[in-house]
Nanobody, 115 residues
Framework: QLELAESGGGLVQPGGSLRLSCAAS????????MGWYRQAPGKQRELVAT???????NYPDSVKGRFTISRGNAKNPVYLQMNSLKPEDTAVYYC?????????WGQGTQVTVSS
């Protein structure tokens, strides 16, 4: 069973930056799409960024121009660069990978944007 582990979260001031990483327990060579989602207290989980196997990316308007998703290697397959962070970006961020056979989620990493 593939396991994912996010890292890179933490406390940052408004306007700051963080880079989230997603580590996989086994090498990932083929996938349909990878993405990052977030869930704030009392809210539903929402899409933050996705990237397809063809390299197409998608962002909601709330993060467009500030966040960038990128591919890594087989054991660290996806990253999320977050710039110009705002207090409303505070949430638990989850890595997601969709393969031909299954969907995989990490346990999440907390991102808190506060002065």
């Amino acid at each position: 069973q593939l396991e994912l582990a996010e890292s890179g979260g933490g406390l940052v001031q408004p306007g700051g930056s963080l880079r989230l990483s997603c580590a996989a327990s086994a090498s990932i060579f083929r996938f349909n799409a990878m993405g990052w989602y977030r869930q704030a207290p009392g809210k539903q989980r929402e899409l933050v960024a996705t990237i397809t196997s063809a390299g197409s990316t998608n962002y909601p308007d709330s993060v467009k121009g500030r966040f960038t998703i990128s591919r890594g290697n087989a054991k660290n397959p996806v990253y999320l660069q977050m710039n110009s962070l705002k207090p409303e970006d505070t949430a638990v961020y989850y890595c997601h990978i969709a393969t031909m056979l299954n969907d995989y989620w990490g346990q999440g990493t907390q991102v808190t944007v506060s002065s």
